[in-house]
């Protein structure tokens, strides 16, 4: 581990070429934005990568670098290659922080890791959503204060279909009668997992200074200790003297 | 919901038929062993399953009869169809109860449920292990008393590659000087899971009454309530009028 | 343990004595609303018990004799003994259900249990609260469907000062901007605890079919299968022989 | 917060006075080899306290600048004041980080944190314990590799009566046939709970440096990141318009 935290953003940066209300909202990709902003914001090596570059950006040495790695997709899940969804989610198992961010609920790489289907409920109303902190007292939500408010987003609401979180950090309440667990802790292998439902692409939620904070506070909460396999499943010798044996 | 509990008994049945050691203790198969003794045990409507029978003998009619499955695999988890594996899943989110033994830690099936490698150490050195109840209180332990204590049997060790379970029922102590968290809970989707790790295929575990006990129990604690789909998205109507909408 | 469940329903019956607005709700006490509706909805030999019985109702040999115990009180949590307060925990610890009800978030007995403070925001506004089912598949969720709406109730909301739930079956929706975790579970010792939180006493809450049928499941859910001392700290032989022992 | 940690050492300190063989092991007192042990771990600004110092060493001014407090005691609880123990309470749910060793799991503040009994199962037959590693990722294990051996110990076993730990790091092995929950996680109201059951009194176990550097990095992880009331009961105004008042 170095010092300064390698930060690989990931984005599947097809919104942003084809859809204009995107385009408007992050004209280089929202990946850009992140970068932009995550680097005001912590002592962060950050890289980025999206779904058309060779390898979706995800080479071995580019993970074997990255100690923390945010994923934004969204139209284009299927197209991720099952072997790339393998290697990071290795990478995962051995120690690496993974952020996963909106649409990302849906992404292979977080159904992999969370073993459930990850559905939820969805409404496109352009409605408030306010983000309760439950946990003033965890690293991710230092500086927030009681909620954040967001004055338009998607609703995303439950049930949602995921194992129940570790740590609990944000709940969600929407004007149109719903609410959601927005902001998810989980710890899988040696690597752990923060699930945060900012992010629809059609608003700048990413150049929210909140939203901002909660991602890099996650991103040092996930930055990893250890780095080593987690899937060897090695035969041991005893420790102690075996006196039990049957007679063969 | 049936009063009765359907439950299917699934065993890869290759080591019953490859090596004599085995063939010995369960020379009909260990899911016949484990059918006669559960039938004893509950009020469980009993069917069996095996790899080599078509689809695994898992077709989807069989597993929409199924309340709750058992799965024993070891050497050729590879061979189990991953269109079978995602079928099993779907069932079990929806509701279906699973009991993974012993070897199936690394079986497909619970690999894709837990999202982590389920490595495990271990070791052949017959020796004792003495399977500790962690919690009297739980369904799972009725009956068992303070332990268990198996006179011989493979060594399972930690580190255990698993998420947290939700209830950590069994802790296992080990002549050779390990430890083993040896009966786990977890909720997934609408759908219980249960592992158990007593059952090597070389001792007849699956006769021993308090082993067939928990494992009775722990089909009736798997035992869904609800069976409906877990993996909807469905776009929704707000229930609460909206005023926040944006000009356009 | 019977086939019935021996459910005995705490009341702290003051409020229902000062308060016409209350009175006018539960003219008997809420106690007996509870007792009288509880009884249509489950097989429960009930008894009630109040705050101003000879030891609040609840002597050793009605405790001794209950297997689940809701508990509803507010005004005077301050008058319920200590020594009374240790024997209902201890009881718990051993193996009997607790449903704690709205204001006995604050009661003594809840934060022993739970080992905080319990401390929430609240109002009392008139606003719509709707309940939304996080675990469809879980016991005391069983027939609610995607949630409860109350068109009036008072407000809580987070943060509520608990310990995180060991699993979190509603979170409630309220009109005035908050959120809040209205149904959770626990367990503790080798007893089971579920708080829920709808009941405001100037509502007639406990007359509506579908708070009853949680409360109903909530008590099935909770109804001891154990029935031990949690709290013996015995000094225990060897089971296996120790060769490491220090020459002295 | 300051950047060294404000480590505060408490001891009961009465073993040490009135049995020769712990005097001989912690001639000055176990929190004088811990107070020497630890600053030598760590970034920590030290000072210890006893139960036979006024208030116990603990007045509301040394608790304010103290970020995590270490506990050992045994033969003496009865004898902490309860409204210390309620002052040591307010200040975990405000946020402080709390280190409970040994026979600490018996004292009023932990058994008053945790809401159980927090009884377990003993045994002084100086046998072997070993401490696995569960989860080598989790800061607490940091350098400390797959177990801790000690050589002769006393023996603790399950069932341990504690809440199920929101992260369980360590699991001992003991040579006379018992497991236990050794190094247990916990957070309630703000503040970060860890037990670690190393150090009987007749033993040099504060001596190890793997202990040690067990116990140092209990306190990094459960210093403070925010200090706030936990206990509050605020009534708020509603943040949004709420138009579902009954007519009155």
């Known amino acids: 581990m170095t010092d300064r935290i390698r930060l690989t953003i990931w984005n599947e940066f097809r919104h942003e070429k084809v859809h204009d209300s995107v ?12 970068a932009k902003n995550l680097a005001k914001a912590g002592q962060f090596d950050i890289r980025t990568a999206t779904l058309d570059e060779p390898e979706h950006g995800l080479a071995e040495k580019v993970l074997a670098k990255t100690d923390v ?19 990071v989610k290795k ?6 922080g993974l952020i996963v961010l ?6 292979k790489i977080f159904r992999a890791l969370m073993g459930t289907s990850c559905a939820l409920k969805w409404r496109e109303a352009d409605e408030k959503e306010r983000l309760w902190t439950i946990e003033p007292g965890h690293p991710i939500a230092q500086g927030i204060g009681e909620y954040i408010e967001l004055p ?7 049930r949602f279909d995921i194992p129940q979180p570790d740590e609990q950090v944000f709940i969600s309440w929407f ?3 719903d609410i959601f667990r927005s902001g998810c802790c989980w710890r899988r292998g040696h690597g752990r997992i923060f699930y945060f439902s900012p992010g629809h692409e059609t608003y700048p939620i990413y150049e929210n200074p909140q939203i901002i904070r909660v991602i890099a506070n996650a991103v ?3 930055a990893p200790l250890v780095n080593m396999p987690s899937d060897s499943c090695p035969n041991t010798k005893p420790l102690e003297t075996i006196r039990s044996k049957r007679k063969s």
Do not use: C, Q
């Open 23 to 34: 385009k408007k909202v992050y004209p280089d990709g929202l990946h850009a934005t992140l």
């Open 69 to 87: 790695l945010t994923w934004w997709g969204h139209m284009a899940h299927k197209e991720v290659g099952d072997e790339i969804v393998a290697r």
């Open 91 to 96: 990478r995962v198992l051995d120690g690496m």
């Open 102 to 107: 909106h649409s990302g609920h849906f992404s």
């Open 152 to 158: 338009n987003h998607e609703m995303y609401g439950e």
């Open 175 to 177: 004007e149109g009668g």
């Open 220 to 222: 040092r909460w996930a």
